[in-house]
C-alpha cells in the first residue's frame, strides 16, 4: 500500500499569499497518477489536479501541480478567499487507492 | 451536466445492514468506473471500492472486504453499495464518485453530496 503523507497539517496565510503544499509518497507513484483534491465544510471534494499536473476541467491557473515519483506539490499562486479549504492528495496507479491526510490552508 | 446523487444512509446497530445507491445522470454510466470513498467525522478520505464500467469486476479496502459488496445496475444509471456485519468504525459520510475511464485506476472527476451512516447502539 503506498503511504501519501502531507505536510504541513495547517497552513495559516493571508489572502493574495502565495500557498505550497507538499505530498510525499512512501513509494513511486505509477506514471504520476497522483490527483490533488479540494474539500471545504460539508462539501464533497472537488477534483483539481490530475496527472500530476494537469488541471481539471474549469480550475483556475492560479492552482498548479508538480512533482514525480514520491514527491509531489500543490501550489496557490495567490490565495483568493474561496481557496481557504482542505486539499487532499490522492494516488489512483496502484491498489488500494490512498489519500493523503489533508492539508487546512486557513486564514491569518 | 454529470450529477451524482447519494441516498441509503441512515443510523443502523452494530452487526446490521444497509444498502446505499447513487443515481447518476448526464453521462453514458456504463462507459465509467465507479467508486465508493467514505470520510469518518473530523477525518480524511478512504476508499472503499471500485467496479468497472462492465460490471464484472471489483476492488474493495481490505476493511470491507467480506463484508461490502459493490455492484451497479446499467440499465438504471445506478451504484449500490451492500453494506453487513456493519462496526461502529464504519461510521462515515460515504461519496461515490465517478472515474474518469471505465477500467481501474483512474482519476475521481465526479463526486455524490455523501450520504452519513451512522453504525451505533
Known amino acids: 500500500e503506498i503511504v501519501l503523507t502531507q505536510s504541513p497539517g495547517t497552513l495559516s496565510l493571508s489572502p493574495g499569499e502565495r500557498a505550497t503544499l507538499s505530498c510525499r509518497a512512501s513509494q513511486s507513484v505509477s506514471s504520476s497518477y497522483l490527483a490533488w483534491y479540494q474539500q471545504k465544510p460539508g462539501r464533497a471534494p472537488r477534483l483539481l489536479i490530475y496527472?500530476?499536473?494537469s488541471r481539471a476541467t474549469g480550475i483556475p491557473d492560479r492552482f498548479s501541480g508538480s512533482g514525480s515519483g514520491t514527491d509531489f506539490t500543490l501550489t496557490i499562486s495567490r490565495l483568493e478567499p474561496e481557496d481557504f479549504a482542505v486539499y487532499f492528495c490522492q494516488q489512483y496507479g496502484s491498489s488500494p487507492l490512498t489519500f493523503g491526510g489533508g492539508t487546512k490552508v486557513e486564514i491569518k | 451536466e454529470v450529477q451524482l446523487v447519494d441516498s441509503g444512509g441512515d443510523l443502523v446497530q452494530p452487526g446490521g445492514s444497509l444498502r446505499l445507491s447513487c443515481a447518476a445522470s448526464?453521462?453514458?454510466?456504463?462507459?465509467?468506473?465507479m467508486n465508493w470513498v467514505r470520510q469518518a467525522p473530523g477525518k480524511g478520505l478512504e476508499w472503499v471500492s471500485t467496479i468497472v464500467g462492465s460490471a464484472d469486476s471489483t476492488m474493495y479496502a481490505d476493511s470491507v472486504k467480506g463484508r461490502f459488496t459493490i455492484s451497479r445496475d446499467n440499465s438504471k444509471n445506478t451504484l449500490y453499495l451492500q453494506m453487513n456485519s456493519l462496526r461502529a468504525e464504519d461510521t462515515a459520510i460515504y461519496y461515490c464518485a465517478k472515474s474518469y475511464g471505465s477500467g481501474w485506476y483512474h482519476r475521481l472527476d465526479y463526486w455524490g453530496q455523501g450520504t452519513p451512516v451512522t453504525v451505533s447502539s
Open positions: 448526464g453521462l453514458t454510466f456504463g462507459s465509467y468506473a
Open positions: 496527472g500530476a499536473s
